[in-house]
C-alpha cells in the first residue's frame, strides 16, 4: 500500500506540473494573486494596479487581497392592497480595504494598528488603488482618513506569511472612483464558474444585458438569475392527503461584472442613487450574434451593490447586483 507520505509528494508533483496549464505560473507575483475569483481575468492587458499610501506607492509594493464592498439596502413596499412588491434605496453601508504584502523589515502597518488601541486619536491615513498603463492612469479608487482596524500575518500556500492589513473606508465618501483616459473598453474573460456543463449556443453566442432599450456589450452577466416562490405543504381539514401550494415569491437579481475601461453608465448610475438620486429602468437579457433570442424583461431595475476586486492576473474587475421587479417574458420580435 502507498504511504500517506508517497501520496503527498507525488500530488504535490502533479500540482507543479498543472501550474503552468492553470495559468498560475505566470504573471504577478504570488502574493499579489487573487484566489477568490478563479477562472476569470481582467481583459485589461498591459495594464498595472498598486496601492499607494499617503501618495506614495507601499514598499514591499501591496495589492487588495479581498473584495471591497458596498451597497444600499433594499426596502420592499406594497401600493395600497396590491401584490406587487416595489423596491427602493435604503441606507448605504460601506465596507474595508484589506490590503496584502510581502513581510519585510518595515513595521509601519503593524505601527498604524496598533495606533488604534487610541480609540480617540487612531492614526490615520489616505488609501488610492491606482491602475495605469505606462505614465497615463486609467481609474483611481481612493479613501480618505482610513484607519486600520486589523493586522495579521496570513499564512500562505508555502507555509510562509503575507502581511495583511483592514483599513476601514470613511462611510461618508465612500470608495471614490475616479476615472482617467481610456481608449478603448475591454471586457473581463471567463465567467468564473465550473459547472460541468455548457450552454451548447456556440462560440458566436454572446450573452448581453440593456438598459431602457440601450445594449451595454462591455457588461458581462456573472451570476444566476430568476425568480422562485416558497413551497407550503397544506392539509385541509381531517384529509389525509397533503397539497403544496406557492408561498412567497423571492428574485436571484444578476451580477454585471465590467472592468474600469467599460461604458461608466452603470456605476455611475449606481453612484447617483447612493447619493440620493434613485431612479430605474427596464433590463432586458438576451442572446445576440448569428442569433437573436430575447430572453426575459425586468422592469424597474436599478444597481444597489458594487464590489471591487481583482481577477487572476491580479488587475481589478467590479461587479454590480442589479434589483429588479417582476419580470415578463420577451415576446420573439
Same mark, same amino acid.
Given at each position: 500500500?502507498?504511504?500517506?507520505?508517497?501520496?503527498?509528494?507525488?500530488?504535490?508533483?502533479?500540482?507543479?506540473?498543472?501550474?503552468?496549464?492553470?495559468?498560475?505560473?505566470?504573471?504577478?507575483? %504570488?502574493?499579489?494573486?487573487?484566489?477568490?475569483?478563479?477562472?476569470?481575468?481582467? #481583459?485589461?492587458?498591459?495594464?498595472?494596479?498598486? &496601492?499607494?499610501?499617503?501618495?506614495?506607492?507601499?514598499?514591499?509594493?501591496?495589492?487588495?487581497?479581498? %473584495?471591497?464592498?458596498?451597497?444600499?439596502?433594499?426596502?420592499?413596499?406594497?401600493?395600497?392592497?396590491?401584490?406587487? @412588491?416595489?423596491?427602493?434605496?435604503?441606507?448605504?453601508?460601506?465596507?474595508?480595504? &484589506?490590503?496584502?504584502?510581502? @513581510?519585510?523589515?518595515?513595521?509601519?502597518?503593524?505601527?498604524?494598528?496598533?495606533?488604534?488601541?487610541?480609540?480617540?486619536?487612531?492614526?490615520?491615513?489616505?488609501?488610492?488603488?491606482?491602475?495605469?498603463?505606462?505614465?497615463?492612469?486609467?481609474?483611481?479608487?481612493? =479613501?480618505?482618513?482610513?484607519?486600520?482596524?486589523?493586522?495579521?500575518?496570513?499564512?500562505?500556500?508555502?507555509?510562509?506569511?503575507?502581511?495583511?492589513?483592514?483599513? /476601514? &473606508?470613511?462611510?461618508?465618501?465612500?470608495?471614490?472612483?475616479?476615472? #482617467?483616459?481610456?481608449?478603448?473598453?475591454?471586457?473581463?474573460?471567463?465567467?468564473?464558474?465550473?459547472?460541468?456543463?455548457?450552454?451548447?449556443?456556440?462560440?458566436?453566442?454572446?450573452?448581453?444585458?440593456?438598459?431602457?432599450?440601450?445594449?451595454?456589450?462591455?457588461?458581462?452577466?456573472?451570476?444566476?438569475?430568476?425568480?422562485?416562490?416558497?413551497?407550503?405543504?397544506?392539509?385541509?381539514?381531517?384529509?389525509?392527503?397533503?397539497?403544496?401550494?406557492? #408561498?412567497?415569491?423571492?428574485?436571484?437579481?444578476? =451580477?454585471?461584472? /465590467?472592468?474600469?475601461?467599460?461604458?461608466?453608465?452603470?456605476?455611475?448610475?449606481?453612484?447617483?442613487?447612493?447619493?440620493?438620486?434613485?431612479?430605474?429602468?427596464?433590463?432586458?437579457?438576451?442572446?445576440?450574434?448569428?442569433?437573436?433570442?430575447? *430572453?426575459?424583461?425586468?422592469?424597474?431595475?436599478?444597481?444597489?451593490?458594487?464590489?471591487?476586486?481583482?481577477?487572476?492576473?491580479?488587475?481589478?474587475?467590479?461587479?454590480?447586483?442589479?434589483?429588479?421587479? *417582476?419580470?415578463?417574458?420577451?415576446? %420573439?420580435?
Amino acid at each position: 500500500m502507498m504511504s500517506r507520505l508517497c501520496r503527498y509528494s507525488i500530488g504535490a508533483a502533479l500540482a507543479l506540473l498543472l501550474l503552468p496549464l492553470l495559468g498560475l505560473a505566470d504573471g504577478p507575483s %504570488p502574493f499579489a494573486r487573487a484566489p477568490y475569483l478563479l477562472g476569470v481575468q481582467s #481583459g485589461l492587458g498591459d495594464m498595472h494596479f498598486r &496601492v499607494l499610501i499617503d501618495g506614495v506607492p507601499t514598499d514591499p509594493p501591496a495589492t487588495l487581497a479581498e %473584495p471591497y464592498t458596498e451597497s444600499i439596502s433594499v426596502a420592499s413596499h406594497r401600493f395600497g392592497g396590491g401584490d406587487t @412588491v416595489h423596491y427602493g434605496p435604503g441606507v448605504t453601508s460601506v465596507g474595508h480595504l &484589506v490590503l496584502r504584502r510581502k @513581510v519585510s523589515t518595515d513595521k509601519s502597518w503593524i505601527q498604524w494598528a496598533l495606533s488604534a488601541s487610541s480609540n480617540r486619536a487612531p492614526v490615520r491615513h489616505d488609501i488610492d488603488l491606482v491602475l495605469t498603463r505606462g505614465d497615463i492612469e486609467i481609474c483611481r479608487w481612493s =479613501t480618505r482618513h482610513a484607519f486600520a482596524s486589523k493586522y495579521s500575518l496570513t499564512l500562505a500556500d508555502d507555509g510562509r506569511p503575507v502581511e495583511e492589513l483592514t483599513a /476601514e &473606508v470613511d462611510p461618508t465618501t465612500r470608495l471614490v472612483r475616479k476615472r #482617467g483616459e481610456v481608449e478603448e473598453a475591454t471586457s473581463p474573460i471567463g465567467s468564473g464558474t465550473q459547472t460541468g456543463f455548457i450552454s451548447g449556443l456556440g462560440d458566436n453566442a454572446m450573452y448581453e444585458v440593456a438598459f431602457a432599450g440601450t445594449p451595454y456589450p462591455d457588461y458581462l452577466i456573472a451570476s444566476d438569475t430568476g425568480f422562485h416562490f416558497d413551497v407550503l405543504t397544506y392539509r385541509n381539514g381531517g384529509l389525509e392527503r397533503q397539497q403544496k401550494f406557492p #408561498g412567497t415569491l423571492h428574485q436571484d437579481w444578476p =451580477t454585471l461584472r /465590467e472592468n474600469p475601461t467599460a461604458n461608466p453608465f452603470l456605476f455611475d448610475w449606481y453612484a447617483a442613487i447612493a447619493n440620493g438620486h434613485f431612479s430605474t429602468a427596464t433590463m432586458d437579457l438576451a442572446i445576440t450574434g448569428e442569433t437573436s433570442i430575447p *430572453l426575459i424583461r425586468y422592469s424597474h431595475a436599478w444597481p444597489h451593490s458594487y464590489k471591487l476586486q481583482l481577477a487572476d492576473d491580479g488587475l481589478p474587475i467590479e461587479d454590480l447586483e442589479v434589483v429588479y421587479e *417582476l419580470p415578463a417574458v420577451q415576446a %420573439p420580435s
